[in-house]
C-alpha cells in the first residue's frame, strides 16, 4: 500500500471523527434545551414566585474596559424579579478566586444602587461554575425551588445540572446582545463539559462548608446594612462604609478586567 494511499485513510478517518464529534456536540446541545424548556421563563408575568432568585455571576467588564452586556441584563433581570414579587431574597452566586475580583460583591453594590434593599441580598463567594452556584445554593444555603436568573443558554445548562443532581429549579431567562454567536459556541462545549462533569468525574463544588439557611439570623455590626452567609468581620472588610443612598442610581463597578465569557 502506497504512502499517498494511507494519508488519504488517515484524513478520511479524521474527518469522519471530525464530523462525528460535531454530530454528538450539536446532538448534546439540544437535548439539554429540549429537556429543561418546560422550566424557563422569559416573561416576568408567567414566572411562579419563589423565595430565592439565584443570579448567575459575570464579569461586570470585558478585557477592553467595555460594560458587559451580559452583566447589565442579569442584574436588570434581578432587579425585576424582586421589584415585580416574583422572589423574596437575591443569592448573588460568583467568582472570588482573586482579591481584584469579586462578582458577588461587584453585583451587590450595583443592586443596592439600583433600589434592593440590602437586607435582601445574600452572597456566595465559591460559584467559581454554574455547578458550584447551583449545587450550593441547595446545599449550603439550603433553598430549593428556587429560581435561576441569567440568559437561556445559560438556564438551559444549570436546569439540567439541577435536574440531574436532583434538585428542584426554574429559570427567569433574560435578555441576551444580539452577536452572540461566539458565546453560544463556546456554550456548547460547556454542556459537553457539564455532562463530563455529571455523567464521568462525578464532580461537586469545590467548597461546600457550613448550611446557611435564607434568611438566616445573624447579627451584624451597626454599620454593615446586610447579612449575607458571610462573617461580621468579612463584611467589615468588603464593605467598611454604608452604600449610597441617593435616589438617582450612582455610576458603579470595580474595575476589574476579566475574560470576556458570560
Known sequence: MG??????????????????????????DRWISWKTAPYIYENINDLPPAEVGMVLGTAKYYRNGTINQYYLYRIQGAVNAYNSGKVKYLLLSGDNAQHSYNEPSTMRKDLVNAGIPASKIVLDFAGFRTLDSVVRTRKVFDTNGFTIITQRFHCERA????????????????????????VRAREVIARLGALADLYILNREPRFLGPQESIPAPQTLPANVPSYPAVTPEELNVLYPEPPATAEKPAKTGTGQQAPAAP
Open 159 to 182: 436546569l439540567y445540572i439541577a435536574m440531574e443532581k436532583g434538585i428542584e429549579a426554574r429559570c427567569y431567562a433574560v435578555s441576551s446582545p444580539k452577536n452572540m454567536f461566539t
Open 3 to 28: 504512502k499517498a494511499r494511507i494519508w488519504k485513510r488517515i484524513i478520511l478517518w479524521l474527518l469522519a471523527g471530525i464530523i462525528l464529534a460535531a454530530v454528538v456536540a450539536i446532538a448534546a
